[in-house]
């Protein structure tokens, strides 16, 4: 079967980094993709990767290793806007995204 | 309009009824996903279309249809709703769906509660 794990809920502390882990097991990969999801509203993409390695974007970092069937997400220098769902998603043999159930992040002042 | 859009915003709606959620998108995506998400799970695909014309069922199409007759418009309509088809739907867009990136972008979703 598919299965994308990622943990259910953490709380970091504004200014700080915060590292959210995601593990997959799917049929075939064709890419991986980040989106957050504030309460209430719709996902909005982050980041993609599809190469070993990592892609910074600003205080974004999205981290990948497909022979671990691994990626992070790092957000640096938290602001209390960041407080939001992540969500994991991976692209399969069959070009369709593979949901993870999301991290809700808790940012403290 | 900008973006996707998604009518009606939220609704009740008695077991049984007839529905149909609206998804409109005006950046001439070639692929559409009707999602639905619900507490502690992921993303479910129901149905997705890679072109105008074509459809295909996903996760869990059992008691949705959808319809795809031009680019911009991908309703979902429920047959004869049921309780556990409590959710919130979201309708999604794409350029494609191979190539590098080709990231979804979400309508604000609809909210719908079966009695």
């Known amino acids: 079967g598919q299965n994308i794990d990622q943990p259910t809920e953490m709380t970091a502390t504004e200014g700080a980094i915060v590292q959210i882990n995601c593990t997959y097991q799917?049929?075939?990969?064709?890419?991986l993709f980040w989106y957050q999801q504030h309460a209430g509203e719709a996902p909005t993409f982050l980041s993609y990767?599809?190469l070993d390695g990592l892609e910074e974007k600003g205080r974004f970092s999205s981290f990948l290793s497909p022979s671990n069937g691994y990626s992070y997400l790092l957000l640096k220098e938290l602001q209390m806007k960041d407080s939001a769902s992540y969500l994991c998603?991976?692209?399969?043999?069959?070009?369709?995204?593979?949901w993870g159930a999301g991290t809700k992040l808790i940012i403290k002042p | 309009i900008a973006g996707i859009t998604q009518a009606p915003t939220s609704q009740i709606l008695a077991a049984g009824r007839r529905m149909t959620l609206r998804c409109t998108q005006d950046?001439?995506?070639?692929?559409m996903y009707w999602y639905r998400q619900d507490l502690g799970l992921g993303l479910r695909l129901i149905h997705y279309?890679?072109?105008?014309?074509?459809?295909g069922k996903g996760e869990v199409p059992d008691g949705y249809s959808v319809s795809r007759a031009n680019t911009d418009d991908f309703p979902l309509t429920l047959a004869s709703a049921v309780p556990s088809q409590t959710s919130v739907y979201f309708c999604?867009?794409?350029?494609?769906?191979?190539?590098?990136?080709?990231?979804?972008?979400f309508g604000p979703g609809t909210r719908l509660t079966v009695l």
């Open positions: 279309s890679n072109t105008a014309g074509t459809t």
């Open positions: 998603a991976v692209r399969d043999s069959n070009y369709q995204l593979i």
């Open positions: 990767n599809v």
């Open positions: 950046m001439r995506h070639n692929a």
């Open positions: 999604a867009s794409s350029d494609s769906t191979s190539g590098d990136y080709n990231e979804q972008f």
């Open positions: 799917t049929s075939g990969f064709n890419g």
